[in-house]
């Protein structure tokens, strides 16, 4: 098995393609043939429009996954959903769904097409929806903030997180304990969007401290984030993952 893990939506994207680069959140994981949606960004033209350029079919996803509930993770759901010809599983936090919603209403909701190609299911406990990618149940911090993170097997034993709302600490020892191995590459996000400096650098010491120097961030980072992280890490480890890049595990061992 060798996955492949490609950014479709982020703040930033390639140079000199016509990938758009928008605030949210949005990985495609492919391993043995299937395809695994992790997020879906924040705006439905945006999604289908990266989709769309790096050549995915929305009826080629096999499953997808909503880490939290937050629009830049959750907000592209629907016009996927309405784009495809088909049904497909689609893992969500427990409740996500469960209110009324609507044009007034904070609260998420589909429209009709798309909830008859969605087949919920909420995330409740560790799941392996496609070979070698694995969902954690959620993570609920001390402000009940509430997310779930993706743990890719290969060589390197790689968590995904769409934001990272309280650093790399938990993920990567959730991730640890589970498959009884160590983290060794990160990508995605860690929340540090007006944070200040001593946040990152508590964030550097958690990635040093566990020995992870794979490091391929986005998203909630921010630009001031990444350059915190870089002045402690080093140019090196600290890499950017735009829309359109890939980043692969390795085979797995």
Known sequence: MNAKITCVYDEGSLPKTNLIGAKGFSVMVESEGKRLLFDTGLRG???MHNMG???IEPD???AVV???DHPDNRGGLDDLLCARTKPVDVYIPPGMYSGEGGFLSRRPKLGENASSNAMLHDITEWFEPIPGVH???QIEYVDGYRESFMAVRGRKLTVVSGRGHAGPTI??????SYFNRNVAAFVGSVHLEKKKKIVADAYAKAFSDNGITDINLNHAVGIDGMM???VQLGLSTVKDFYVGMT???GPSI
């Not at 993920?171 to 640890?176: F, H, I, L, Q, T």
């Open 45 to 47: 033209r945006y999604l």
């Open 53 to 55: 350029v790096l050549g």
């Open 60 to 62: 080629s996803i096999d």
């Open 66 to 68: 909503v880490s939290q």
């Open 135 to 137: 969902i954690s149940p």
């Open 171 to 176: 993920p990567v020892a959730e991730v640890s």
């Open 228 to 230: 915190n992280l870089r």
């Open 247 to 249: 980043y692969e595990p």
